[in-house]
């Protein structure tokens, strides 16, 4: 064994730990709480990715340089646009 694998299988011996841990824990939640966790884990990442995902398809947006317009706008670009507006025209 050289110097530098020192502690090798410690590690590997804490990580088998860690997952054991964390499995048994599983074993004691029902299936429906289980259910439940990943429906919203799922619609929260389906609400971020309505969000922020830009539009990809090129006959729209060409190489990326040309803005998305219309439906194929994100979320989030329509309220920066909207809020740039607003701030524009409240300095006027």
Known sequence: M???????????????????????NLYFVSRRAIFWFLATLSAAILVLVILFS???LRSLVGNGSVPAKGVSRTVWSIYSTRRKERDTSSLE
């Open 2 to 24: 050289l110097a530098g694998d020192g502690g090798t299988f410690d590690n590997l011996h804490q990580n088998h730990r860690i997952v054991h841990c964390s499995l048994w």
């Open 54 to 56: 830009p539009e990809t």
